[in-house]
């Protein structure tokens, strides 16, 4: 694991602003069955805890839910695109393969001539893209946006069983500043294992398989999960190794965490999370029912939610965390200050 702690460095990093991009088309479960899919509405809810996703329409892509995103966040921070210094955007559904999605993005908000790329750690890259803005900010930029955007959707087959219900679209942005020093990022801690590269992957579509017609015919270009439960063990597994890390790192225990808001893969696995962390469910952001799988804009979302629901006051410890194919993991220890709280109203 690698640890960022601002304060270590006497230096303060804060959240501005966090607002989400989704998409307005709403499908359900009977709508998935009705396109194919192997399981009921009742199935899909049952395994997954999923009742519906958000999916992009004909002509949309990860720029366009990235953008709504972005505009979002920086109108709640009141700031202007030529305050912005930075761009990161994480995405594992670019728009294309080449350039960077973030160069679009940069481009339509209106940016000055700054930085701007992606990364790519799967469910993981919105806590990824934090941590480079927070390292961006304590090394000298004012304000750095930090966003995650995927379109799962365009990669999925709905006739395949064990990835079917679990994805939705969506985008989360957020704003990065200094602070005070002590508040608003704490620690992040990142990691990856390697050994799970074909965890949850696509396999064609890079140098080592271009698409071809026969990939296609094969749906080689589609997203793969070849072993699910281990992919669900891994992920739990990741997350609270890597909590316990940042926790530790700062004297803490989950006790001291007001809310743990984690990926939402599925219900069952935040319930295991849940459990195995001892952690009562009330403290445990949840909001995988409406939105399914958000990919790497997964915990950010569900933190804006909790924002916006008033689920969180001026002083209180929140723990984002993350895990994603390619068994990366992230975990972000943020307090909450008043200012993000205006923010949002």
């Not at 230096?11 to 709403?26: C, F, N």
């Not at 927070?134 to 930090?146: D, I, N, P």
């Not at 698409?211 to 609270?240: C, I, K």
Request: hydrophobic share 50%.
């Amino acid at each position: 694991m690698k640890l960022f702690e601002p304060h270590r460095l006497g230096l303060g990093v804060r959240l501005a602003a966090l607002a989400p991009g989704l998409p307005t088309r709403v499908v359900s479960n009977a709508a998935l069955h009705a396109m194919g899919a192997p399981l009921t509405a009742e199935e899909m809810e049952k395994l997954t805890g999923i009742t519906e996703r958000r999916w992009v329409d004909d002509g949309q892509a990860a720029s366009d839910l990235a953008l709504l995103a972005c505009r979002g966040a920086l109108a709640r921070a009141r700031r202007a695109p030529e305050d912005v210094e930075r761009l990161i955007l994480g995405t594992v559904s670019p728009d294309h393969p080449s350039p960077s999605t973030a160069c679009a993005v940069q481009h339509a908000l209106g940016l000055r001539q700054v930085p701007a790329f992606d990364v790519s750690a799967a469910c993981s890259s919105f806590v990824y893209a934090l941590e480079l803005a927070c390292r961006s900010v304590a090394t000298g930029e004012a304000v750095v946006l930090a966003a995650a955007a995927d379109v799962r959707s365009r990669y999925l087959d709905v006739h395949d069983r064990a990835t079917c219900a679990l994805f939705g679209d969506g985008a989360v942005a957020a704003v990065v500043e200094r602070g005070p020093v002590g508040e608003g990022i704490v620690a992040i801690g990142l990691g990856a294992d390697g050994s799970g590269v074909k965890s949850v992957y696509v396999p064609a579509g890079g140098s080592r398989e271009p698409v071809t017609v026969e990939a296609v015919r094969a749906n080689r270009h589609r997203l793969t999960m070849q072993d699910g439960p281990a992919v669900y063990l891994q992920a739990v597994d990741g997350m609270l190794s890597l909590a316990q890390s940042v926790l530790d790192a700062q004297g803490l225990t989950f006790a001291d965490v007001k809310l743990l808001v984690p990926h939402q893969a599925n219900r069952h696995l935040l319930q295991r999370l849940s459990r195995f962390a001892r952690v009562p469910s009330e403290k445990v952001m949840i909001n995988v029912e409406t939105l399914g799988n958000t990919s790497g804009a997964s915990c950010g979302l569900a933190l804006e939610a909790a924002l916006a629901q008033g689920r969180l006051a001026a002083g209180d410890l929140v723990l984002l965390l993350a895990a994603g194919a390619g068994y990366t993991a992230g975990a972000a220890l943020l307090e909450v200050d008043q200012a993000l709280l205006d923010a949002m109203h």
